[in-house]
T-cell receptor
Framework: AQSVTQLGSHVSVSEGALVLLRCNYSSSVPPYLFWYVQYPNQGLQLLLKYTTGATLVKGINGFEAEFKKSETSFHLTKPSAHMSDAAEYFC?????????????FGTGTRLTIIP | NAGVTQTPKFQVLKTGQSMTLQCAQDMNHNSMYWYRQDPGMGLRLIYYSASEGTTDKGEVPNGYNVSRLNKREFSLRLESAAPSQTSVYFCASHNRNSNQPQHFGDGTRLSIL
């Protein structure tokens, strides 16, 4: 079984400031972890993923996330926020063993960028 | 390069009406999924199909039925729509037995009056 907790349903940052969106997970086996972004009235677009290997993963639009097993975390960061980053962000987890590949999503974090 | 295509994009129904939401993918994926998205609740899995010919219940299956018509298509049916089913519905597909992510359609926005 697996679950995801996203701390903070709404986050506001100033343009140019650091973006930090928090995600903690629980998983009965090593997890695969994903961040998706959703712009208004659109579907979900993959930002980045962690499956195996390097724990710091880089994604699109300057975002990155670090898998920390000891903290069961997969926080999303971006050094300098841009107005176009305003969107809703979802963290998701699935088990790494094949045969049970359902994704479990967090409840989402809406990111607002202050000019 | 369409990816996952959902139809319709918007629909308004009256309570008790029936409707089928269509989903098709052109990526030769074997697994397909239906989710609903409600404010503050993230995405919740309704039904999924791990491969052609199989379907299984997800977290919130009540009030829905699905059909995996062929490898490309996976439809979601509301037999008797209720206001509680007002939501945004997303279809996704994925290559089974891989570490690849799920790919999502643009959603169907469904309102039930």
């Amino acid at each position: 079984a697996q679950s995801v907790t996203q701390l903070g349903s709404h986050v506001s940052v100033s343009e140019g400031a650091l973006v930090l969106l928090r995600c903690n997970y629980s998983s009965s086996v090593p997890p695969y972890l994903f961040w998706y972004v959703q712009y208004p009235n659109q579907g979900l677009q993959l930002l980045l993923k962690y499956t195996t290997g390097a724990t710091l993963v880089k994604g699109i639009n300057g975002f990155e996330a670090e898998f920390k097993k000891s903290e069961t975390s997969f926080h999303l960061t971006k050094p300098s926020a841009h107005m176009s980053d305003a969107a809703e962000y979802f963290c998701a987890v699935r088990l790494s063993n094949f045969g049970n590949e359902k994704l479990t999503f967090g409840t989402g974090t809406r990111l607002t960028i202050i000019p | 390069n369409a990816g996952v295509t959902q139809t319709p994009k918007f629909q308004v129904l009256k309570t008790g009406q029936s409707m089928t939401l269509q989903c098709a993918q052109d990526m030769n994926h074997n697994s397909m999924y239906w989710y609903r998205q409600d404010p503050g609740m993230g995405l919740r899995l309704i039904y999924y199909s791990a491969s052609e010919g199989t379907t299984d219940k997800g977290e919130v299956p009540n009030g829905y039925n699905v059909s995996r018509l062929n490898k490309r298509e996976f439809s979601l049916r509301l037999e008797s729509a209720a206001p509680s089913q007002t939501s945004v519905y997303f279809c996704a597909s994925h290559n089974r037995n891989s570490n690849q992510p799920q790919h999502f359609g643009d959603g169907t926005r469904l309102s039930i009056l």
